[in-house]
């Protein structure tokens, strides 16, 4: 993935938008412990709302899309992720704004291209969490992006667990994480 012209969080436009970015980082800081990473706007490729990047088996960032989150007014942005929700493509959260930061900050924690002891130690629990959760029948609330492969799942778990409904799930994974001190 192309990223450019990165660019700190504080030149987000909308006010509104930029304290939902920040209490997100605050949010996820409380809630798994872990400190802020690297975060910053950039250009990315078209449809992109954000991405981590993983360098050498270690996080290296999270950028958020400039087209996307700095020029947008809260609603506009809303509008958009609320119809991933309705299409079932993302899992759904009581915070839209909020939930591409959380997700990628989720990649920033954990996933299967980081090489650390404690990333592959987790990853082994974290895998068999997955392959639980792909056959549960009953599972709700979880979108398809979700099912797209185990490190989308983790985000995703981890976005709901902070900003949306908890479950079986996204306890399960809260505590892996807590347990390999991520």
Do not use: C
């Not at 506009?76 to 991933?84: D, M, N, T």
């Not at 398809?144 to 409904?165: C, D, S």
Request: hydrophobic residues 30%.
């Amino acid at each position: 993935a192309s990223i450019r012209n990165e660019e700190d969080l504080k030149n987000i436009k909308d006010r509104v938008v930029y304290n939902e970015m920040k209490s997100a980082i605050s949010r996820f800081y409380k809630e798994l412990g872990i400190p802020q990473r690297k975060v910053k706007l950039a250009d990315l490729a078209p449809g992109t709302f954000g991405v981590h990047v993983t360098q050498n088996g270690k996080s290296e960032g999270v950028y958020l899309n400039k087209k996307h989150f700095k020029n947008k007014t809260k609603a506009e942005i809303e509008k958009v992720h609320k119809e991933g929700y309705k299409s079932g493509w993302s899992t759904k959260t009581n915070k839209p704004i909020a939930h591409t930061i959380t997700h990628e900050l989720a990649h920033s924690v954990w996933n299967s291209h980081l090489d650390s002891t404690k990333a592959k130690g987790a990853g082994v629990e974290i895998n068999k969490v997955y392959k639980t959760w792909l056959k549960d029948k009953k599972k709700t609330g979880y979108g398809q992006y979700a099912k797209t492969n185990v490190n989308e799942f983790f985000a995703e778990t981890i976005t709901k667990g902070i900003h949306g409904k908890s479950d079986k799930y996204t306890k399960q994974l809260k505590s892996i994480v807590k347990k390999y001190k991520l």
